[in-house]
């Protein structure tokens, strides 16, 4: 992957939002009455079914529907089960949706409260996989490619988000708490945290290196910090870990640091919202809030052809219904007024170029969005690099011809993915 204007040469380029003091001060909304919970698809499962609709959950609980099952939820409320069905993501994935209904009182669940007294890499793995930020602590099971350094990433997934510049202007401690605990956990002792150049501020000492990237999308993404700040080359296809690196946001960090300060599961997520009229504010809410109640707590009512996006304006997806719930990785939540859509269209590629110069990964976008459309994934992996791609978007922000080039490569990716979860 290499460097460069994302404009072609010597054109514009999108930066991140300067908040410093104009970031908005923080509003919490009020629980809802029906929490809505996601949890990954196993398959087919032989074990019995070990949560029923009637079921009474606590908060901070783990939720599993079947004996021996690996993927689970955790409980951001208290209240009584339901309702429990199948659905799918954007890309066809499949999920158990568990909806929850809210009791009035709370009652925690203790059990991670014991635990956390002696913290291990186990039990962290098996509590914290879902608490804001969705810290991912997999790749540190890897004899064979053991991580020895953690990135913690305080760059914006998106443009306009501010969910990471509030953890590192307000959290600072919850953060090298969360630090010192994944240093006892995994044995990892290098720890560097990544934050745009104007972003960075007094944010003090959290027990490891301070590196800072320009403050131009794309340039925290994950790929391009180990590029530019690390100095390693992922091969396409290759995870981060088999190069020794783990990647953390501040928010999963800090919720970590959080989890163990108070022997409590953290179960608020912070948001950028960004209404019809363009104005910005941050937020928490509860994971598994339906998006609606925050959209209709600002914006009133939501007209049938309004568009929800789920994330950013770069990347973010839209979604299908209102009673859509925040997420552990949920950033932002944006709503778009039928009057002022911009739709994709089925227009041939006019072959201008745009998307591969604006490409921070160099990768041919103009040949290798014709195998996508025609479904061809492999061949797109093999001969245009689909697995180069950084998923940053901006094929699709430059694109003349408004074809949804992003899209057809997010599920380029997880067509390809599902073939090779087939195969074996």
Same mark, same amino acid.
């Given at each position: 992957?290499i ?10 380029a999108l ?5 410093g003091?104009?970031l908005?001060?923080?509003?919490t909304?009020?629980?809802s ?16 079914q ?9 908060t901070?609980?783990?939720l ?9 939820? $955790?409980?951001?409320?208290?209240g ?7 659905v799918?993501?954007?890309l066809g994935?499949?999920?158990s949706?568990?909806?929850?209904t809210?009791?009035?009182?709370e009652e925690?669940d203790?059990e991670?409260?014991?635990l956390s007294? /002696? ?5 962290a793995?098996?509590?914290?996989r879902?608490?804001?930020?969705a810290?991912?602590l997999?790749?540190?099971s890897?004899?064979?490619a053991p991580?020895?350094?953690i990135?913690i990433?305080?760059v ?6 501010? /969910? ?19 240093k ?6 290098r ?10 501020q007094?944010h003090?000492?959290?027990g490891?290196?301070m ?8 340039e925290?993404?994950?790929?391009l910090i ?12 290759e995870?981060f ?14 919720? $970590? ?13 912070i948001?950028?919202?960004v209404d ?19 959209i209709?707590?600002?914006d009133?009512e939501i ?7 789920m ?6 997806s839209a979604?299908?219904s209102?009673?859509?719930?925040v997420k552990?990785d949920?950033?932002?939540l944006? $709503?778009?007024?039928?009057k ?9 590629c006019v072959?201008c170029g ?16 014709r195998?996508?459309?025609a ?6 992996a ?5 697995m ?5 978007g ?9 074809m ?12 390809l993915l599902?073939m090779?979860?087939?195969e074996?």
């Amino acid at each position: 992957m290499i460097k460069k204007s994302l404009f072609g040469w010597g054109g514009a380029a999108l930066e991140y939002e300067r908040p410093g003091s104009d970031l908005p001060v923080m509003e919490t909304i009020p629980v809802s009455e029906n929490i809505t919970l996601l949890i990954k698809s196993e398959g087919k499962s032989s074990g019995a079914q070990t949560l029923s609709i009637g079921d009474s959950v606590k908060t901070g609980q783990r939720l599993f529907l079947r004996q021996g099952a690996q993927e689970y939820a $955790i409980s951001t409320v208290t209240g009584t089960v339901a309702s429990i069905q199948m659905v799918k993501d954007d890309l066809g994935r499949d999920f158990s949706q568990v909806g929850i209904t809210v009791a009035s009182s709370e009652e925690l669940d203790s059990e991670f409260a014991e635990l956390s007294k /002696t913290p291990s890499l186990e039990m962290a793995r098996g509590y914290l996989r879902h608490i804001p930020g969705a810290p991912s602590l997999d790749g540190f099971s890897n004899d064979d490619a053991p991580i020895d350094t953690i990135v913690i990433n305080g760059v914006p997934g998106d443009l306009g988000l501010m /969910t990471s510049q509030f953890f590192t202007d307000a959290a600072l401690g919850d953060i090298k708490k969360g630090v010192d605990i994944l240093k006892e956990i995994t044995g990892v002792s290098r720890f560097i945290l990544v934050a745009p150049q104007n972003f960075v501020q007094s944010h003090g000492s959290i027990g490891g290196e301070m590196k800072v990237v320009a403050p131009v999308y794309p340039e925290g993404h994950p790929s391009l910090i180990m590029k530019n700040i690390l100095n390693i080359e992922v091969p396409a296809g290759e995870s981060f870990a088999s190069a020794g690196v783990a990647f953390f946001s501040v928010e999963a960090v800090a919720s $970590i640091g959080s989890a163990f300060a108070s022997g409590r599961i953290p179960t608020g997520k912070i948001l950028t919202f960004v209404d019809k009229r363009g104005v910005k504010r941050l937020v928490q809410a509860k994971i598994g809030t339906p998006i609606g109640d925050i959209i209709k707590k600002y914006d009133g009512e939501i007209n049938e052809n309004d568009i929800l996006i789920m994330g950013g304006p770069m990347t973010g997806s839209a979604v299908y219904s209102e009673t859509f719930p925040v997420k552990p990785d949920t950033d932002g939540l944006m $709503i778009r007024d039928e009057k002022e859509i911009h739709y994709y269209s089925d227009y041939a590629c006019v072959n201008c170029g745009e998307c591969v110069r604006a490409c921070p990964a160099n990768v041919p976008v103009n040949m290798l969005v014709r195998f996508l459309e025609a479904g061809k994934y492999q061949e797109a992996a093999d001969s245009y690099d689909l697995m180069s791609c950084v998923e940053c978007g901006l094929c699709s922000f430059v694109c003349v011809s408004r074809m949804p080039v992003y899209q057809y490569i997010r599920l380029g990716k997880c067509e390809l993915l599902r073939m090779s979860e087939a195969e074996a």
